[in-house]
């Protein structure tokens, strides 16, 4: 009933105080990507083991634990959605934490490469999409120029996705890659672009089976050839008639190539 009670004939008593809950986190803090889990624990005094400890972030409970010498762990803690921080308690009857745990999520991200750093019209060009900060699947969906390209996944186990195409026409060329992660029915997206100078690609043949340049055809994105023992005709697949030789000129260069017969 909450009184003391002490027999009149002693001259001496003596009282236990009462003894009060405790629980702190071990750890005060930690960082996970999106699609991460992680494990939480607090300490406890005067707690009996078996006694359940209820995790909260905010006034939301995310799970539970049982006390076992002196300790609770929270195990595999999953975020159901993207929060750049999360503050969570833990408690015991009416007996709160003494500290909080704050729970920080790594950003997801994407990067973009290009590979080579320049080309010419029909030149393949191989694009890198690489995320960060995601340990599930992510999307990535490629535009070039205002064309979607297509969409592609890059697992859970990996980092990295690519994309290669070729243009036909030259100038400036911009691609875009959006990444898109859904973890519990939640979305995050993110972005990354590049760009990449395609020159236009002139190729001058030379027929070594006579002298002098009256031999040279000059074509830009035909199929046909000049030899003067056969004429005009369509290219083999190797790109040169019977023994030729093929130089390539960068679109605006002021350099005069030349080659001489040995």
Request: proline residues 2%; charged residues 10%; neutral net charge.
């Amino acid at each position: 009933d909450g009184y003391i009670y002490v027999k009149a004939d002693e001259d001496t008593f003596s009282v236990t105080a009462a003894t009060v809950p405790t629980i702190t986190f071990s750890t005060t803090s930690g960082t996970i990507n999106w699609g991460d889990k992680v494990n939480i624990t607090v300490t406890t005094a005067n707690i009996a083991n078996g006694s359940t400890i209820t995790f909260k972030a905010g006034s939301t409970s995310i799970g539970e634990a049982s006390v076992s010498s002196n300790s609770a762990t929270l195990s595999n803690y999953q975020p159901t959605a993207f929060a750049a921080s999360t503050t969570i308690t833990a408690e015991y009857s009416s007996t709160t934490s003494t500290n909080s745990y704050t729970l920080s999520m790594n950003t997801p991200s994407v990067s973009l490469a290009v590979s080579p750093s320049s080309a010419s019209t029909g030149d393949n060009v191989t694009f890198t999409a690489t995320k960060s900060n995601v340990s599930t699947n992510a999307t990535v969906t490629y535009k070039f120029e205002d064309t979607t390209s297509g969409t592609s996944t890059i697992q859970a186990a990996s980092s990295t996705n690519t994309c290669t195409t070729s243009w036909a026409a030259s100038g400036s060329k911009t691609v875009k890659v959006t990444m898109t992660v859904t973890f519990s029915g939640s979305d995050k997206t993110a972005t990354a672009t590049k760009s990449i100078t395609i020159s236009p690609k002139t190729t001058i043949y030379f027929d070594n089976s006579i002298t002098g340049w009256s031999s040279v055809y000059l074509y830009l994105y035909s199929k046909a050839y000049y030899d003067s023992s056969n004429g005009a005709g369509s290219q083999s697949s190797n790109g040169c008639y019977a023994s030729c030789l093929q130089m390539t000129l960068v679109s605006g260069s002021s350099t005069i190539y030349s080659y001489t017969y040995v």
